[in-house]
């Protein structure tokens, strides 16, 4: 099928290639040359596993193209809408401009039957309203169909959540819609995908509430945390025994640092500010709290940071090992490594921040800090270490031989997976969250 992509950012981007791999002529369109320029070249403007490479072959191949011209989107049967909806700058709402910017674009050219796909992650009755604004603006009318299908693939899996997701939603209005869909993705239903088919308002609804339920399960151990943390118990042990039980499930268990990113911290926010506006604001009342326990986490690092370093961060030296949101991302949107890092340094540290990918995006939006070219750079001389995103390498440092280039054995395990046995042992006094 021939296929456009509107927005070549990290979902526009995985999204093209995924088609191209499932078989699809692929055009993907976005407003900003300097990316298009990038992703012709058969390289991503971020880093993602696997990424480039399917680039460069789909590239190559021709399967899949760039463009900043919308008009060049116009012969497509099906149009995907994969542009961002960050948070507002005035209040907790999704700003909607970049989706109402695309659909605005793109509706002039639509002048034969096709389907506008909505992937991006919208308050619930977004795509009602956009459904009627292309009936009125296309020049095919009603014949260019709205559907919704939500995305939800994880940064650092993108490539094989795409290509295999758990479950696939069509949020349709008629059985055309479904069957166009279907035609799409018929090699992952082929494979067994579940495919659920529902209306445009629940098919929002699921994905916004999939990621609610996440977030409130990463503060929900958190908050266990905290218990464990004036209690002397162990949160990993808790979140192990627990997580035994398949009604409940290990995943998203992790207690620490908390949730980041450019999509938990502002999809509970919106859901939140939809919810209010719908009038039933008091539904997700709980989600307000689900955000303070995950801010609350950064303050505790600080605040043991402070306490490792004798009472007075003034002066002292913290290395902070990560700075992207997680592991396998260089994407620093919302990053709980970096909150902690700019805290510290305003609390009068010289801070100086080690991450494997994402130290150029760190450097753009905290420029201030120091970054070093290595873990054992960052470390040299500090007082304090701080690790706080878990990145593989991370877990393999020989705490030994970190010991020789530090000032003081203090080490905070903002993620609770590095060996505190073997830490111990090398001498570092070593504080983790809501373990003893
Ligand atoms: C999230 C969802 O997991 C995807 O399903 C969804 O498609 C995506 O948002 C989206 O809306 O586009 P992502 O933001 O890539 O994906 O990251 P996650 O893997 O969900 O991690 C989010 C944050 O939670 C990270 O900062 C991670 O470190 C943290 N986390 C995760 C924990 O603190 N504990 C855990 O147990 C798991």
Redesign the pocket.
Known sequence: MRVSVIGTG??GAVHAVGMAELGHSVIGIDVDPTKVDTLATGRAPFFEPDLDDLLAKHGESGAVRFSDAFGDAAGADVHFLCVGTPQRRDGLAADLSYVDAAVDALAPHLDRPCLVVGKS?VPVGTARRLAAQLARTAPAGTAAELAWNP????????IA?TLTPDRLVFGVDSDHAESVLREVYASALDGGTPLVVTDLPTAELV?VS??AF??T??SF??AIAEICETTGADVVKVADAIGHDPRIGR??????????????PK?IRAFIARAGEIGAGQSLLFLHEVDAINLRRRERVAEIAAELAGGTLIGRKVAVLGAA??PH?D?VRD??ALNVAGRLQLQGAHVAVYDPRATDNARRIFPTLEYAPSAYEACRGAHVVLHL??WPEFGEIDPSELATVVDQRNVVDG?NCLDADAWRAAGWTYRSLGRP
């Open positions: 990290y979902l992650t995305e939800f693939l994880r940064e650092g899996h993108a959540d994905k999939a990621n996440l977030a399960k990463i151990i958190n995943s998203f268990l992790d207690a620490g640092l908390g949730f980041g990113g450019g999509c938990l999809d949101f997680k991302s994407d990053s709980p995103t878990e993620r």
